[in-house]
């Protein structure tokens, strides 16, 4: 009868080995990205990817078939780092701008976690704020710096103030200033220029 101890040794040498195994099965589980399409819907704002230039990403999550998708990069680390969204993510996927076509065409994908991103440059996001300018290869960030400027960070590195400036707080459409002067300015020149035809009207009136 063969002694306990080599059974236990012949037990935990067949989970050493299967350990690896289960590695590769969750790696090739993973869905692969998907690409750009009409149906695209960017979570957060609510609008289709196709309305907005610059880096995009999109979301796997365990117990969903198609992708949370995401306007902007800035947005995607945003529901990885808000608490309340789902947290059962098995695939992240951002616009691998060193090979994409243009800004414009972003439909270029890596993995997120292994790219690197450059942050602080002068190109704006897709919603006009500052973004997360992702590159698969560090060279090509290095050149797009040269280019921008911005310094590089990686996914596990990224600043939380600057994907959520404001605390815990989704991203929405009713956050970007520069919407908003915008329409305080078009409502203030509505206002003047309803104000001088009313003038002009009282005017010419008999």
Known sequence: MMPRSYIRAFILALLLLALPACGKNEQASAPPPKAISADSIAEFCNMALSEHSGPKGQIFVSKR????????VRDTFAFVMLPEEPKDIVAIYVSDMGKAKSWEQPDVWTEARKA???????????????????FSDE???????????????????????????NGDVAPTTDAHPHDEKDMKDMSGMDMKDSGARDSGMKKDAP
């Open 116 to 134: 690197v991103f450059v942050i602080g440059s002068r190109k704006r996001g897709g919603m006009g704020e500052d973004e997360a300018v992702p």
């Open 139 to 165: 060279a090509t960030a290095q050149a797009f710096i040269a280019a921008n400027g911005g310094h590089i960070v990686h996914f596990d590195d990224m600043p939380k103030d600057y994907i959520l400036p």
């Open 65 to 72: 078939a198609e992708p949370y998708w995401f306007a902007s």
